[in-house]
């Protein structure tokens, strides 16, 4: 069985400031893909990134990084000097290799302020 | 860019309604997945479609059911509405062996 967890359920900082998103996975496969997916007000769920099991590097892009680490399950998210607009909800996911059926967690409130 | 199209945004209805969620998708994409979405639960997969005419159930399908005549429409079906299945309802495609899921914008249904 596959599960995700967030076990963050809201986060609130002052803009500016970095901000870490917690992503835990457990699953059974070998292969698999993770995702990260941003839901802002509108409702909207937004592609951030996916990352499969065979590919450990971190990966950075603007303000966003995301770190794989396989020997603790984890797949951390990191926003550098938040902004205002990156108030949202964050998901992350989790997805046999092969398959066609996201595993979602429960997602992380993220608020930011001025 | 592909677009998920949702025919409703918010919806009310009422207990033992017969209730019907549209979704279409633009961009010819086998696969697509009904999920409902509930505070401190996250996204939770009801059914999905792998072909026309196929279906899977997910992990929540009691007290729905789904249709799929068309490759870009996918419909969600409440056969008796009742007030626990008041919740925010995201449709999403991709296809088939390529990531991402696309998602819609929702739908918001209310049962009273």
């Known amino acids: 069985a596959q599960k995700v967890t967030q076990a963050q359920t809201e986060i609130s900082v002052v803009e500016k400031e970095d901000v870490t998103l917690d992503c835990v996975y457990e699953t059974r496969d070998t292969t698999y893909y993770l995702f990260w997916y941003k839901q802002p007000p509108s409702g909207e769920l937004v592609f951030l990134i996916r990352r499969n099991s065979f590919d450990e590097q971190n990966e950075i892009s603007g303000r966003y990084s995301w770190n794989f680490q396989k020997s603790t399950s984890s797949f951390n998210f990191t926003i550098t000097a938040s902004q205002v607009v990156d108030s949202a909800v964050y998901f992350c996911?989790?997805?046999?290799?092969?398959?066609?059926?996201?595993?979602f967690g429960t997602g992380t409130q993220l608020k930011v302020e001025l | 860019d592909v677009k998920v199209t949702q025919s409703s945004r918010y919806l009310v209805k009422r207990t033992g309604e017969k209730v019907f969620l549209e979704c279409v998708q633009d961009m010819d994409h086998e696969n697509m997945f009904w999920y409902r979405q509930d505070p401190g639960l996250g996204l939770r997969l009801i059914y999905f479609s792998y072909d026309v005419k196929m279906k899977e159930k997910g992990d929540i399908p009691e007290g729905y059911s789904v249709s799929r005549e068309k490759k870009e429409r996918f419909s969600l079906i409440l056969e008796s509405a009742s007030t626990n299945q008041t919740s925010m309802y995201l449709c999403?495609?991709?296809?088939?062996?390529?990531?991402?899921?696309?998602f819609g914008n929702g739908t918001r249904l209310t049962v009273t």
């Open positions: 996911a989790l997805s046999p290799g092969g398959g066609n059926k996201l595993t």
């Open positions: 999403a495609s991709h296809s088939r062996g390529i990531f991402p899921l696309h």
